[in-house]
């Protein structure tokens, strides 16, 4: 076996491996003025005025640098794109408890209607993954079928910003209650 062979090898076995690379986002821009140059070039004062009473304060050049460019938190910037891989699976927002809840027992359908509407547009607004509306079993329902378990799978079905749905288990409500995934949508600034 020679050279070429064991360099053929190892780029065959890196080719198999697949890397996961996490990219490394920053929220700051390069060289943007913190809070206090901009106070400063506010009140007409120049870059190289800034400069010189900086200058003279007797700080640490550390501080001053610091001061200046700021820093960026890479704990809290792996903390978030480790939040936002998790949210991205299926299954942990199928696990997960729901963040909202809502009951619209005794509620005519008019009102279940409404009411769900005006919380769903909260929980999207709030930026939550996972409600759950308890609508009951249609026990006391007038007919065969329950009318508000109905209406609540027609809701979900029309309402684009709503995904994957389904019933928790027996101890959380069971057919009379409907957990619901929200899309993420897309935030305003």
Same mark, same amino acid.
């Given at each position: 076996?020679?050279?070429?062979?064991?360099?053929?090898?190892?780029?065959?076995?890196?080719?198999?491996?697949?890397? $996961? $690379?996490?990219?490394?986002?920053?929220?700051?821009?390069?060289?943007?003025?913190?809070?206090?140059?901009?106070?400063?070039?506010?009140?007409?004062?120049?870059?190289?005025?800034?400069?010189?009473?900086?200058?003279?304060?007797?700080?640490?050049?550390?501080?001053?640098?610091?001061?200046?460019?700021?820093?960026? =938190?890479? =704990?809290?910037?792996?903390?978030?794109?480790?939040?936002?891989?998790?949210?991205?699976?299926?299954?942990?927002?199928?696990?997960?408890?729901?963040?909202?809840?809502? =009951?619209?027992?005794?509620?005519?359908?008019?009102?279940?209607?409404? $009411?769900?509407?005006?919380?769903?547009?909260?929980?999207?607004?709030?930026?939550?993954? $996972?409600?759950?509306?308890?609508?009951?079993?249609?026990?006391?329902?007038?007919?065969?079928?329950?009318?508000?378990?109905?209406?609540?799978?027609?809701?979900?079905?029309?309402?684009?910003?709503?995904?994957?749905?389904?019933?928790?288990?027996?101890?959380?409500?069971?057919?009379?209650?409907?957990?619901?995934?929200?899309?993420?949508?897309?935030?305003? =600034?």
């Amino acid at each position: 076996m020679d050279f070429g062979d064991i360099l053929n090898q190892w780029e065959g076995s890196q080719r198999k491996q697949p890397q $996961k $690379k996490q990219p490394q986002v920053s929220h700051k821009k390069a060289n943007a003025p913190t809070k206090e140059e901009k106070e400063a070039a506010r009140q007409g004062y120049s870059w190289e005025q800034i400069m010189e009473q900086d200058g003279k304060k007797r700080m640490n050049p550390m501080d001053i640098w610091l001061n200046r460019h700021g820093t960026v =938190d890479k =704990d809290r910037i792996n903390e978030e794109a480790e939040r936002n891989e998790r949210l991205s699976n299926i299954d942990y927002l199928r696990s997960m408890n729901p963040e909202a809840v809502i =009951d619209l027992h005794q509620l005519t359908r008019d009102e279940a209607w409404s $009411k769900l509407q005006n919380f769903v547009n909260d929980c999207y607004r709030r930026n939550l993954k $996972k409600i759950l509306i308890i609508h009951g079993k249609g026990i006391h329902s007038n007919g065969s079928d329950p009318v508000l378990g109905q209406m609540v799978r027609i809701f979900i079905e029309q309402d684009k910003r709503l995904g994957t749905s389904g019933h928790p288990d027996r101890n959380h409500g069971g057919n009379g209650a409907t957990w619901v995934i929200i899309k993420p949508g897309k935030i305003k =600034d």
